[in-house]
Every structure is written in structure tokens, then in C-alpha cells.
């Protein structure tokens, strides 16, 4: 399975990241935890993020996740949407976009 993406905010991140678990501000608003494909992340990037710092991009397994991954249509593709946090160990790379 592809792996897909997450923007976070470096230091939400580095708080969390030590329980074994991070949580998105949208699972608590919106009921699950926004992530694209890779293709997808110039438009999420450029449409969300325009002008953003201290961001770091989670690149995130799907089959190591504990909670449910579901891809439902927003803007006429298809995002995959994490219902539920996602567990350190699904997380396999974590890229600084401000150096990138």
C-alpha cells in the first residue's frame, strides 16, 4: 500500500509525538485527520498551508496504522482520512518543509 501524508505543525508534533501518538486539531473538529497522497500535496500545500511555517510533512504508513483509514472525495479527489490518532510506529519519515 502507498503511503500517504500528513502537514503538521513541528512543535504540536514534538509535544505529542512522545505518548507514541499524534493528534490533529481535526480530529477534534472535524472527527478525523486530514492527509493526502502524494500527488496531492502541492494542492494541499499551496491551498492550506500558502505561506506557513514550521511545518513538518509525516509520511505514514497505512498498514501500520492502528486506526481506520477511509478515502472520501473533497475538492473532486479522493483524500485518505485517519479516524483516530496516528500511532508512532505508522510514521516512517518526517520531512522539515521549511528546509525542504
Known sequence: MEKI???ADI???????SSGQYVAASLETEGFIHCSQ?????FVREKF??????LLLLEIDPSLLSAKLVYETADGQS??????SINSDAIVNTTNLDMA
Do not use: M, S, W
Not at 38 to 42: T, V
Not at 49 to 54: D, H, P, S
Not at 79 to 84: E, L, V
Open 5 to 7: 501524508f500528513h502537514i
Open 11 to 17: 512543535d504540536d508534533f514534538n509535544k505529542q509525538i
Open 38 to 42: 502524494k500527488e496531492q500535496l502541492r
Open 49 to 54: 498551508f500558502k505561506g506557513a511555517t514550521n
Open 79 to 84: 483524500f485518505p482520512h485517519i479516524y483516530g
